[in-house]
């Protein structure tokens, strides 16, 4: 499942303007290991936690998802029947930026967003 989950987010990465050059393409090469390895309290961790979140982002990495290739992707962020899935990316001068995943009535991603905390 990882590999067809890796596999379909590199398709997407390629359809949705992260290629190109072969810089643009690495530029989109997200690594579920180091995210779920990185301590989004420390702030060179945190740094790069917020790197890769931008990488979901900028990349669409997320678009059209299932809850379940979200939770393979990033991990769980929340109840299985929460709207919104809230990952701590990086800490910010008062708060920590997160990156939120909204889910849709069918269980797939609708939005995917920073917000504060």
């Not at 987010?9 to 690495?26: P, Q």
């Not at 990033?74 to 939120?100: C, H, K, R």
């Amino acid at each position: 499942m990882r590999t067809a989950l890796l596999a379909t987010a590199a398709l997407v990465a390629l359809a949705t303007g992260c290629s190109g050059s072969d810089d643009d393409a690495a530029g989109c090469d997200f690594d579920t290991e180091e995210w779920a390895g990185l301590d989004a309290t420390d702030d060179d961790q945190g740094a790069r936690k917020g790197e890769l979140a931008d990488m979901v982002v900028d990349c669409g990495l997320l678009d059209d998802a299932t809850r379940a290739e979200t939770a393979e992707l990033l991990g769980e962020g929340g109840a299985t029947d929460a709207t919104s899935w809230e990952y701590m990316t990086q800490p910010t001068m008062i708060d920590f930026e997160v990156l939120v995943v909204d889910f849709g009535p069918d269980d797939t991603v609708t939005r995917v967003y920073f917000s504060q905390t």
